[in-house]
């Protein structure tokens, strides 16, 4: 049973275009996130979604929304996409608390050309 | 605002050699900390975690990681390495609150030499 998936797993597509990742928890956490990995390999916070309701975003350009239809989902959409959003996407989730790490998903390759 | 340094970019390692990984952290509240791994096109796993009490911690694949508070430090060891430990390593804090984020470090490349 896979506890965080993702789809697709490699994305290919031409710049301006819109696309969308989809991500779907079936661990009952409350909260899930979207994490960008550059070429460097550097993990940054994009966002996070509690209960229907962005908690938090980091500095990321508004060509990139989140859209949770419910407490399971968390789909990642891209406006406009640009070289620069070339990169590997993983969604996560986890339970409420410090104490409790985050579940990753196995990722999304885009590559925009 | 909490962050997280990694010193080492890259260790190159023979196999059954002994590992040690820094990791400092920044952020001036109760924290807790995480080492992930992610093999070569794989997601993120979870190594081990220090929430509270004993300050060293034993993860999964004979790694452990001790805590130091007064050295914001929580370094990851691993008595003997191998080939199959090549990988990329995660430090990440989590702190501010029960909705504080994960944090990461910008990872250490370890490459085990057969």
């Known amino acids: 049973d896979t506890a965080v998936s993702q789809t697709p797993k490699y994305l290919v597509t031409q710049m301006g275009n819109d696309k969308s990742i989809k991500c779907e928890q079936n661990?009952?956490?409350?909260?899930m996130y979207w994490y960008k990995q550059d070429s460097k390999k550097f993990l940054k916070i994009m966002f996070s979604y509690n209960n229907k309701e962005l908690i938090i975003n980091e500095t990321v350009p508004n060509r990139f929304s989140p859209k949770s239809p419910d407490k399971a989902h968390l789909n990642l959409h891209i406006n406009s996409l640009e070289l620069g959003d070339s990169a590997v996407y993983f969604c996560a989730s986890s339970q409420d608390g410090r104490g409790y790490g985050y579940t990753f998903g196995s990722g999304t390759r885009l590559t925009v050309v | 605002a909490q962050s997280v340094s990694q010193h080492n970019h890259h260790v190159i390692l023979s196999e059954a050699a002994s590992l040690e990984l820094g990791c400092n952290y920044s952020?001036?509240?109760?924290?807790?900390l995480f080492w992930y791994v992610q093999y070569p096109g794989q997601h993120l796993q979870l190594l081990l975690k220090?929430?509270?009490?004993?300050?060293l911690v034993k993860g999964i694949k004979g790694f452990e990681a001790e805590f130091i508070k007064s050295k914001f430090s929580f370094n990851l060891r691993k008595p003997s390495v191998q080939w199959s430990d090549t990988a990329e390593y995660f430090c990440a804090v989590r702190g501010g609150g029960s909705q504080g984020n994960l944090i990461f470090g910008k990872g250490t490349k370890l490459s085990v030499k057969p």
């Open positions: 661990l009952g956490h409350d909260t």
């Open positions: 220090y929430f509270s009490g004993d300050p």
């Open positions: 952020y001036g509240g109760t924290v807790n």
